[in-house]
């Protein structure tokens, strides 16, 4: 109950206090996942693979990666991680972890969706084969610029995140608002995600 009333607040923050700039230009060219997933394969939510270590940027996972195996996690249904001190994540751990984050997320309109995250630490987004924010360094809690996203077909597109926590506090927050909507944004819903195992 404590980490949906602090997202719940999250999303409030991001309405009226204090909400992050617009960023300058849209992202385009997101190529849809070909072929398409068959809906008998997917499953709910991200598949996750953590690793554990001291981090201090997304740049170093990937690498780490080559070397270390890492542990398999509970997906994760939605991305609206806001809990202090707490576990992070499906990882079982409450410090130092890295985590890849891995699977689709649909889009069901053409059009430009607005995309944000609030993170601590770092985060790096890739959909569709686009870079989609990039915040990759050792930060306290804060949110990215609103990113513009169009979207020229409807259906699954391939999600990719990297995040780390190295000490203390985690959190990792994805929203979006759908074409044609204005005002407060919203959680990425979880009916959005899937991954296939």
Known sequence: MIIRITAFLAVVFLALAGAPAMAADPVTGLVK????PAADSLQPGLG??????VFN???EIPGWAKYRKGKKGEPILLLDYNVGDGEVLTSGRVDEVAADIRGFIRFDEVGTY?????????IDLTIGGKSIIKDTEVHADRYSELVPVEVAEPGWY????LYFEKRVTSTVELFWNA???????????????????
């Not at 996942?33 to 398409?36: V, Y």
């Not at 996750?48 to 270590?53: E, S």
Request: net charge negative; proline share 9%.
């Open 48 to 53: 996750v693979t953590y690793y554990a270590g």
């Open 57 to 59: 940027s997304t740049d």
């Open 179 to 197: 074409p044609g909507k204005t005002g407060s944004l919203d959680f990425v819903p979880a009916e959005a995600f899937a991954h296939t195992p």
């Open 114 to 122: 607005t995309i944000a995250m609030q993170s601590n630490d770092g």
């Open 158 to 161: 391939d999600f990719h995140l």
């Open 33 to 36: 996942s070909d072929p398409q």
